[in-house]
């Protein structure tokens, strides 16, 4: 059974950090991650994603605070946030895609809530 679980959210200051990880389990090997956030009332948008060759890509609003990171090894996923502001409060959410031959399946964790306080 394949089963992605976030971790490392919480409650911090504006300006303050977190790191949040995505541990997999039930996954031979990953293709690539990604993480989401969804804020109340709004549809979940993409924060950054990160292939297999550590291709890396960033919504504007997070470029140059917030990195993404994967240890292929472990199959886990890294979102270090930095310089966190009231409006990146959310419930952060992982995502995995596999590749077997040629079909692509996608695997999402429950999400993990970020409260950045002003």
């Known amino acids: 059974q394949v089963q992605l679980v976030e971790s490392g959210g919480g409650l911090v200051q504006a300006g303050g950090s977190l790191r949040l990880s995505c541990a997999s389990s039930?996954?031979?090997?990953?293709?690539?991650m990604g993480w989401y956030l969804q804020a109340p009332g709004k549809q979940r948008e993409l924060v950054a994603t990160i292939t297999t060759g550590v291709r890396t890509n960033y919504a504007d609003s997070v470029k140059g605070r917030f990195t993404i990171s994967r240890d292929n090894a472990k199959n886990t996923g890294y979102l270090q946030m930095s310089s966190l502001k009231p409006e990146d409060t959310a419930v952060y959410y992982c995502?995995?895609?596999?590749?077997?031959?040629?079909?692509?399946?996608?695997?999402w964790g429950q999400g993990t809530q970020v409260t950045v306080s002003s």
């Open positions: 039930g996954i031979f090997s990953i293709n690539a």
């Open positions: 995502r995995a895609v596999t590749v077997v031959i040629t079909y692509e399946y996608e695997y």
